[in-house]
């Protein structure tokens, strides 16, 4: 009883009224451009993998369909391939829980829509991902340093959502459901043989698992963590 005490219970409601909200417009058309950044937020986190691994980015591509494409050489495969949902989900994380303090959002603004004009310019290929990567990296730039403080955070808590929210989706509609399809969980199955005894179908459900698992407990932690007053 004494942790509920700690909770902002207004602003549990409204973190899950817009949970429920990004759900039901999810597939709508004016609702896109949020599908299409976190698709990005995906294809970059699989190139940062890379880099970190001590390879190299060949180019990120994005396309109309919500698809991407990340071209690397070197680094690690297996982290690498782990990055794209995982990747989603830090990101998604980091944005929510930064959401909840005013001058942290705004410094997260401006850090990440330097960070995104910058990769951008770097890596990504597509006049899609281009034009996805400058609107977004733009547009969090100008929110932090111009906007209120208010519309700042509930902005940033938007994209948060929504990118932890599009990881479990994303995992579920396309590894699990589907674990025939070409994905990161069927590309790192091939990869790894672990579980050795399993065929590679029955790897690429396993990572999809693994996958949800890490991404529902995160949610939550990250939930309880931006919902707390203390």
């Known amino acids: 009883m004494g942790r509920l005490r700690h909770v902002d219970w207004r602003r549990l409601l409204l973190l899950l009224a817009g949970g429920v909200l990004i759900g039901l417009v999810w597939n709508q058309s004016y609702f896109k451009p949020i599908r299409l950044f976190v698709v990005l937020l ?6 940062f993998a890379a880099r970190a691994t001590g390879g190299g980015v060949a180019e990120v591509q994005l396309f109309l ?21 995982l990747g989603s989900l830090f990101w998604g994380g980091l944005l929510l829980l930064g959401a909840g303090r ?35 990296g733009g547009f969090l730039l100008l929110a932090g340093a111009l906007f209120r403080r208010e519309v700042v955070a509930w902005s940033v808590g938007l994209i948060g959502l929504s990118s932890c929210l599009y990881a479990v989706y994303d995992i579920l509609s396309d590894v699990l459901l589907r674990p025939e399809a070409p994905s990161d969980a069927r590309m790192l199955a091939e990869r790894v043989a ?29 939930l309880g963590r931006s919902v707390s007053r203390r």
């Open 65 to 85: 369909n919500e698809g991407g494409l990340t071209r690397t050489y070197g680094g690690s495969p297996f982290w690498i391939l782990n990055a794209g949902y």
């Open 42 to 47: 995906h294809e970059l986190s699989h190139a």
């Open 194 to 222: 672990f579980p050795p005894l399993l065929s590679p179908t029955g790897r690429t459900i396993f990572w999809g698992g693994l996958w949800t698992a890490i991404s529902l407990a995160f949610s939550l932690w990250v």
């Open 102 to 136: 005013y001058g942290v959002a705004r410094s997260l603004a401006i850090g990440m829509g330097v960070l995104l004009l910058g990769v951008t310019v770097l890596y990504v290929r597509s006049g899609v991902g281009i034009l996805v990567g400058w609107g977004f």
